[in-house]
């Protein structure tokens, strides 16, 4: 799995940098191509002789030789690796990574680095507590950097607490589940909607819903990470858009303006992950001046909305895998399965509002897979946990289309 794998290894100035050492070795046994940037102060915490040899390759360090002239181009080495891990991440690399501070190779081949990034985090509990850590832990991971958590355990500094680095054998078995998974849906493009729609009434009001477009993010996420190119088309949304190499973002407001968008992707699409909370009506005329309180009751004429997920199921060329979601509050199962065959979707995610901890704005979720003679039922879990295990699913229709 790891053969002719191409790692590159950042080792940044932490005592846990000995042992990356082991990881280099592990990695190498099992067919691994290793190449190893230490940042000037790693190497008083572990040799460079040690990582050259244990990788088969000089290890570097510096933009040049001063005694022969020869550079180290950091563009070229940003391209060559399939996955760049950077272990231990001390906070001050975490820092630098987060600003785009290019001040020694790591950080410009970081910089430059095309492939997906991972990090151990190594640092005292204090540190890694600080409100400063927490928050640039928060914007690397929207950058699209792949966290391995520290553990809680004994620190280097003798107390005891959060931050010691993940073990070299956990990050090596990160690694490998990353090479397993990632293979999946390489080269594949994903259509996902996000988000409310807001519908306007005056240039200054709206009718929206409380979708935080979470689950639909948590989804990109989980595409580009089994290797899919994913366009992500989103409506208004208070929660950071991921940034990721590999998803393409459209900023929408209307439910007219994501069926335009989603019409202009989903030809091309392999497979379309309709998450959004669309409005199912639009005021039918927007005022063009804010409308002036008058009378005691107010009168609405709504006109529908294009159904997306609809238009796009009955639109699908055999190959095309088309994913629906449903919010029900009654009826759960029967509704959901009569949207399945009403939008012609190949799979319906069921969301209940009557069940704890699932719904819009949690971090968490409960639902159930829905598909024509086939009902799972997925445990409470995060929204990240429940957008792999959806995406895990939708490989598995998928591949069952090929046959
Ligand atoms: N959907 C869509 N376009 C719409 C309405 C809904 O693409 N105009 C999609 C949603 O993204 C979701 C699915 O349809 O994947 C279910 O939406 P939902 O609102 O629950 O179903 P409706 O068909 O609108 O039925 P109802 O509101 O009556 O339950």
Same mark, same amino acid.
């Given at each position: 799995m790891l053969a002719g794998r191409k790692v590159l290894i950042g080792i940044t100035g =932490?005592?846990? &940098? *000995?042992k990356s050492a082991l990881l280099v070795r592990l990695l190498v046994k099992a067919g691994a191509e290793v190449q190893v940037i230490m940042t000037p102060s790693a190497s008083a915490f572990v040799s460079p002789l040690t990582l050259a040899t244990l990788s088969k390759r000089p290890v570097i360090s510096e *933009?040049?030789?001063?005694?022969? =002239?020869e550079w180290a181009n950091h563009v070229e080495l940003g391209l060559w690796p399939d996955l760049m891990l950077i272990a231990p991440l001390t906070a001050n690399t975490l820092s630098k990574m987060v600003h785009g501070l290019s001040d020694n190779l790591l950080m410009t081949t970081y910089l430059s680095a095309r492939c997906p990034v991972v990090v151990a985090p190594a640092m005292d509990l204090d540190m890694w507590k600080h409100a400063t850590t927490r928050r640039n832990m928060q914007l690397l991971e929207q950058d699209g950097v792949y966290v391995i958590p520290p553990a809680t355990g004994e620190l280097a500094s003798g107390l005891f607490g959060e931050?010691? +680095? &993940?073990e070299p054998e956990e990050q090596f078995e990160w690694i490998q589940n990353f090479f397993s998974k990632s293979q999946?849906?390489?080269g594949q493009k994903v259509l996902i909607t996000a988000g409310p729609t807001y519908e306007a009434l005056d240039p200054v009001r709206f009718i929206g819903n409380h979708s935080s477009g979470k689950m639909g993010f948590a989804l990109a996420k989980a595409c580009a990470a089994q290797g899919a190119e994913v366009h992500l088309v989103h409506g208004p949304v208070s929660i950071p858009v991921p940034q990721h190499p590999q998803i393409k973002v459209y900023s929408i407001r209307s439910a007219q303006e994501m069926f335009a968008q989603c019409e202009l992707l989903?030809?091309? +699409? &392999?497979i379309t992950i309709c998450s959004a909370a669309v409005a199912d009506y639009r005021p039918e005329v927007i005022q063009e001046e804010k409308i002036k309180k008058k009378g005691d009751t107010l009168q609405l004429n709504l006109v529908k909305n294009p159904d997306i997920l609809k238009t796009l199921g009955h639109a699908k060329k055999p190959h095309q895998v088309v994913i629906g979601f449903a919010l029900e509050t009654t009826n759960e199962l029967e509704n959901a399965q009569g949207k399945l065959h009403a939008k012609q979707a190949d799979l319906i995610v069921l969301n209940s509002m009557r069940k704890d901890g699932s719904g819009f704005g949690t971090d968490t979720n409960h639902v159930w897979l829905v598909e024509v003679g086939r009902v799972r039922e997925l445990p409470l879990a995060s929204k990240d946990h429940i957008a792999e295990s959806i995406v895990q699913a939708i490989i598995e229709i998928k591949d069952e289309k090929q046959v």
């Open positions: =932490g005592i846990a &940098a *000995y *933009y040049f030789k001063v005694e022969t =002239g931050g010691r +680095m &993940a999946s849906l390489s989903f030809p091309n +699409m &392999a």
